[in-house]
């Protein structure tokens, strides 16, 4: 593995158990993530995508172990050493934390209504005991004026803020421990389009001046192709496919993301007639169908689509796929 990979996810799975009767027996389990594989490499920007309810959000709190997973490694790299984040113990974990951080998706549920904006963005230095006091106020300061804030604002409480803003101090939070690493958990769906469009170009500009590395989950393909360097597409738990951002968008060669990239809205009413429409719906992850997963709802699907599952594989130029059929398909892409 190269020297420039940050972070290496193997085999990653978190399944969550279904319960019933008076004694809580295990009758089942929610297969979230199921055996993901993916890399990203130092400074870049992988954005991870799919319909509601695929696994994004849950593999990005898995890497931070927000929530523990149920098997696999995750791979991150201190000082050229790849450390696995999954066998870590409580206090090496509390170390680690200060290399990772997370941007929530939601601005108004994830800031505390009860702290002030120096409190919340001065939390992690407290916790970490790097700064207290006029140090504390000074960084506090530095990191606002990063996202975008003046400073004299850091007495006001997050209600006093607009969507955009309350954004912004989730970021400046995130920031504030010099990360390697942060997990965009959808950062700007909540917010408005105008409003998404000076985020994005925060983000870009902090990934340029911090040296960041971005995890951005969204299902919104355009966000994506703005700010993304390669793409991830997730499938009911399973990775499908992953190319760098031009290549995938272009020359898709799994079936649902050409599906996925055919619903991106055009501004030509003409298109809509043209559009490849997506029968079917999304599988039950507690009971997901044999063989692909995607095999329901797969226009060119064959009987080995529905007895054995692809294995994610590289066609070349690091573009993986799981799909039987990715070398005979012609797909169409975003022109």
Do not use: W
């Not at 993901?36 to 400074?43: A, P, S």
């Not at 939601?106 to 790097?130: A, F, H």
């Not at 599952?309 to 012609?330: I, M, T, W, Y």
């Amino acid at each position: 593995m190269s020297n420039n990979i940050l972070l290496e996810v193997k085999n990653l799975k978190k399944y969550f158990p279904i319960q019933k009767g008076f004694l809580r027996r295990v009758v089942g389990h929610v297969k979230a993530v199921d055996d993901v594989n993916f890399f990203i490499k130092e400074g870049e920007t992988l954005g991870l995508v799919g319909e509601s309810g695929c696994g994004k959000t849950t593999t990005g709190r898995c890497i931070l172990r927000a929530i523990e997973p149920t098997a696999g490694e995750v791979l991150f790299n201190v000082d050229g050493n790849m450390v696995d984040i999954t066998k870590l113990n409580k206090d090496e974990l509390k170390k680690m934390r200060r290399y990772m951080q997370m941007i929530f998706q939601d601005p108004y549920s994830s800031l505390n209504p009860r702290m002030t904006v120096k409190d919340i963005i001065g939390e992690p230095l407290l916790v970490n005991g790097i700064a207290k006091g006029k140090e504390l106020e000074e960084r506090v300061g530095e990191l606002m004026r990063a996202v975008g804030l003046r400073p004299e604002y850091m007495i006001r409480y997050p209600h006093a803020f607009s969507g955009g803003q309350r954004q912004r101090i989730g970021i400046a939070r995130a920031l504030a421990l010099n990360p390697k690493l942060i997990v965009c958990d959808e950062p700007v769906s909540a917010l408005d389009v105008s409003i998404q469009a000076q985020t994005l170009n925060l983000l870009q500009d902090l990934q340029e001046q911090f040296h960041l590395t971005y995890l951005f989950v969204s299902h919104d393909l355009g966000v994506v192709e703005h700010i993304s360097d390669r793409v991830a597409v997730m499938y009911v738990g399973k990775l499908v496919e992953m190319a760098e951002t031009e290549e995938l968008f272009r020359n898709p060669k799994h079936p649902y993301t050409e599906a996925l990239l055919a619903a991106v809205p055009k501004p030509d009413p003409k298109y809509r007639g043209m559009r490849k429409l997506l029968f079917g719906e999304v599988a039950d992850p507690s009971n997901p169908p044999s063989g692909c997963y995607f095999h329901p709802r797969c226009p060119y699907v064959q009987d080995i689509c529905k007895e054995e599952h692809p294995q994610l594989r590289n066609l070349g130029n690091d573009h993986f796929v799981a799909c039987h059929f990715a070398e005979k398909l012609s797909l169409v892409g975003i022109e």
